[in-house]
């Protein structure tokens, strides 16, 4: 196959949201002479285009999560073959979490896979997850962000304690926090303190890249909101 | 009905021994490839008919029934503390549900409420559970309860939450939910006797994000009790169960006392459209009978992307969950209506006037609303909206679906551009007196103007 054959079928493997297949398009790829980064930039159309589709109804979320999966599969590879000043051109890690005494997961893998799509490190670190857990996380992980789902009022102070936990342990410059879920309102996000919040999977997105854009150092002046 | 303890220690033993699956699986992979699978095999694909948004077909709603009895045959419940699926025979899961009670009662002396299976278009009339579990902060919740309870068409309870505990945050798996159990109860019985309806069956517990508020406040002394309220056990979607539902079905079994068994499929999510939602329902309530023994529920349809079901495409897969289920089964269905407006929007009553309807005709026993404001807002539900919802739900049994679907055509117009932004109206502290109990002019205004117009629109109210 040639390169144009090569980075097509990196990013039909995409497009069919199959792990696997896109895992074994990246290597060949790159087996076959193209550059790294401009395969990693026939992904990234690939899996904006997957993202539209979601967006329009074309996709359910099952698909969304395995081409989020395929992406990171074919990420893993790619990425061992550019420099690490290339490298240095994703936007960021996000670690994620449904704080405490929540295991709703659909909002939370929502919001995950979106940014990954969207150039994003993601590390989930999953459903029911303590305060104390979720910064060491991000501390062990070097995140940027920390995105924080909760869908029940009484799951809601577990984003508090985070915020708390965060400027009483001196970190709170280190981090960009966001939050969202069914009940959780800007309002609430303002009061605890957090530098964004988002009514969707897409606007999680617009919020990090907003505050990525605002050359601001966490916390924020005021909590970025998008509707 | 008691719990039968073989039946829930096979269940245990298949969460423990049944087939491993692993929970990105289940979700990428097991049920949507089943749904799918199904889908086609019995030529379900793009039957959603917007158009009309309460199914007409009662054929497409015996091979729903089919199709989600297959699907659950083929994948069980996934049990995501083990990691393994739980599941049952075809022969096995239809045994389930026909020992499921075709009625059984809730509640006590002159408040006995008496549930049975409704048929679809059955002239009797329905349950009505009030309200969800919506928070409100503790100085609202005795007011709130009286209000609701002193609506006559409520007949059991089993909301509001509350948002704090003796003025600490309420959080979920904590010492405080533990507390909250038994508050909550305490709470409950003294506004219903306020309210003249002592007797009235609660749903229990409210405030139980996990198993923890049952434990605290189920059969305990001066807590919920067994002989007239009942445990809520909802399960995590897709087809999920957890060791918090679990360990909620043994201290029931422990207490005495029956279940509730709850769920629900996101349009839009792990089961794909409405058509993927109804059929994931179907199978996730044969389920919930089997795994929970429930007496009541079922697993409800909502919309992603409105996080309601009161708009064409929730609606058509709400009411073929239940003709199916009216069809094909003798359970007291339960269904929850999830509203997205708040009190004081003429937007809020006409959800409730489409979907209570739509509910009411298509077979369902009983229903627990409404989810006033989406459930978002601590502090918004109010008895107007209860009184308005149990209205409907009542006086639209016996109606034909086609007349039911004419009247929807008619009412969907006038809300359904709005469930993408919904209005947030105003707090139960905002539109009512809360001495008195009346609701604000305003708000009395547009219910009567809503309720002249679904009576204009056909509804028998």
């Given amino acids: ?227 | 009905m008691t719990l039968n303890r073989d039946r829930l220690m096979d269940v245990l033993d298949k969460a423990h021994k049944g087939p491993i699956v692993k929970q990105f699986d289940w979700d990428t992979r097991v049920i949507p490839g089943a749904i799918a699978d199904k889908l086609k095999k019995y030529g379900l694909q793009k039957t959603c008919d917007p158009a009309n948004p309460i199914n007409q077909n009662l054929e497409l709603a015996d091979r729903f029934f089919e199709a989600g009895l297959e699907v659950a045959t083929e994948v069980g419940m996934l049990c995501t503390d083990t990691q393994r699926a739980i599941r049952y025979s075809r022969e096995e899961l239809l045994a389930g549900l026909a020992a499921a009670p075709a009625a059984f009662t809730l509640g006590e002396g002159k408040e006995i409420a008496h549930f049975q299976h409704r048929s679809i278009s059955d002239p009797v009339p329905p349950i009505w559970v009030s309200p969800l579990s919506i928070a409100v902060t503790e100085d609202v919740f005795e007011p709130l309860v009286v209000g609701i309870a002193g609506v006559p068409e409520v007949d059991c309870l089993e909301g509001p939450s509350f948002e704090t505990i003796w003025g600490a945050p309420l959080r979920a798996g904590s010492p405080y939910e533990l507390l909250a159990g038994k508050m909550q109860a305490e709470r409950f019985y003294s506004a219903i006797s306020l309210a003249g309806r002592d007797g009235i069956g609660l749903y229990a517990v409210g405030t139980s994000p996990t198993h923890y508020g049952v434990l605290g406040g189920y059969g305990v002394p001066g807590g919920y009790k067994p002989e007239r309220d009942i445990v809520l056990v909802l399960s995590p979607v897709e087809i999920k169960t957890s060791y918090e539902n679990l360990m909620k079905l043994a201290h029931a079994y422990n207490c005495g006392g029956q279940t509730y068994g709850g769920s629900w499929s996101m349009i839009g999510g792990y089961a794909g459209g409405p058509e993927g939602a109804a059929l994931s329902c179907i199978a996730c309530t044969i389920m919930l009978y089997n795994v929970y023994q429930c007496v009541n529920g079922a697993s409800f349809p909502y919309d992603l992307k409105t996080m309601g079901n009161c708009g064409r495409h929730a609606l058509w897969a709400l009411g073929l969950v239940f003709q199916a289920l009216s069809r094909h089964t003798h359970i007291c269905a339960n269904s929850v209506l999830n509203q997205t407006a708040g009190p004081v929007t003429e937007c809020l009553l006409y959800e409730s006037a489409v979907g209570m309807m739509t509910l009411s005709v298509c077979g369902t026993s009983s229903c627990t609303g409404p989810r006033t404001a989406g459930g978002k807002f601590t502090n918004f539900i109010t008895p107007l909206e209860v009184k308005f919802a149990g209205e409907v739900f009542k006086r639209s049994s016996g109606m034909s679906l086609s007349q039911a679907n004419d009247v929807a055509n008619r009412l969907l117009p006038k809300y359904e551009h709005e469930l993408g932004h919904p209005p947030k109206g105003q707090s139960f502290k905002e539109c009512y007196d809360l001495a008195t109990l009346q609701p604000s002019d305003a708000w009395r205004k547009v219910y009567d103007t809503v309720k002249n117009k679904a009576i204009g629109a056909g509804l028998p109210l």
Avoid at chain 1, 155 to 172: A, H, I, K, N, T
Avoid at chain 1, 180 to 199: C, H, K, M, Q, S
């Fill in chain 1, 1 to 227: 196959m040639d390169k144009q054959e090569l980075l097509a079928q990196l990013y039909e493997s995409l497009l069919d949201t199959d792990p696997e297949a896109a895992a074994t398009a990246a290597q060949a790829a790159v087996d076959g002479g193209v550059d790294a980064m401009e395969a990693i930039h026939v992904a990234s159309e690939a899996i904006a285009k997957v993202g539209d589709l979601f967006e329009c109804g074309d996709l359910y979320l099952p698909s969304l999560m395995l081409a989020g999966e395929a992406m990171k599969r074919s990420m893993a590879i790619l990425s061992r073959y550019i420099s690490a000043e290339q490298a240095s051109q994703s936007k960021g890690k996000v670690v994620i979490a449904a704080v405490a005494g929540d295991i709703h997961d659909i909002g939370k893998n929502l919001v995950a896979t979106m940014l990954s799509v969207h150039g994003y490190e993601v590390i989930d670190a999953g459903v029911n997850v303590p305060p104390m857990e979720i910064i060491d996380a991000a501390q062990r992980e070097h995140a940027r962000f920390i995105a924080l789902s909760a869908l029940m009022t009484t799951s809601m102070p577990y984003q508090r304690d985070v915020m708390d936990l965060l400027r009483e342990m001196g970190v709170r410059d280190r981090f960009f926090v966001i939050v969202g879920g069914g009940p959780v309102t800007p309002e609430y996000a303002r009061l605890i303190g957090a530098d964004g919040w988002g009514v969707s999977a897409v606007s999680a997105v617009r919020v990090c890249d907003r505050l990525l854009q605002s050359n601001e150092r966490p916390p924020v002046k005021s909590t970025f909101l998008q509707e």
